[in-house]
């Protein structure tokens, strides 16, 4: 499996069509494990695609659909658009992920963007944390 850092090509046409609104929407970010199944990248339209090739991280304080992401800040700086959210953690977790996938759990699940760690970034009974940057 592959993953590559991506906003999603058919969150980019969606938000077009206004089927996106990420201040009212629930917006919701699952961890994604290293396998053999899928690739994700722009071509990923939906989080189905990490649940049908089971490449969802599975561990102890983690629960399947991940976190909900709360505090979206929208802001335009120049001519580019950005969207932070508040950072995410979940909390005495024994867990592995290779990247994660952001989505509109309003909006029948729809991919928003996948994100590479670059790595197996792992938590044993500790905080795993996902940082947004400002």
């Known amino acids: ?54 490449d969802e991280a599975t561990g102890t304080n983690y629960v399947t659909g991940g976190n ?16 932070d959210f508040a950072d995410t953690t979940w909390s005495s977790a024994t867990v592995s992920a290779d990247g994660c996938i952001i989505y509109n759990s309003s909006q029948a699940n729809k991919a928003i963007a996948v994100i590479s760690f670059g790595g197996t970034k792992t938590s044993t009974n500790g905080d795993f944390v996902v940082q947004f940057p400002t």
Request: proline content about 0%; charged content about 10%.
């Open 1 to 54: 499996m592959a993953i590559t850092t991506a906003m999603c090509n058919s969150f980019k046409q969606e938000l077009l069509g206004g089927v996106h609104d990420l201040d009212t929407d629930t917006i919701k970010i699952a961890l994604i494990k290293n396998s053999q199944s899928g690739t994700y990248n722009a071509s990923t339209a939906n989080y189905s695609a990490v649940t049908g090739n089971s």
């Open 68 to 83: 909900t992401l709360g505090s979206a800040t929208i802001a335009l700086s120049g001519s580019t658009a950005t969207v």
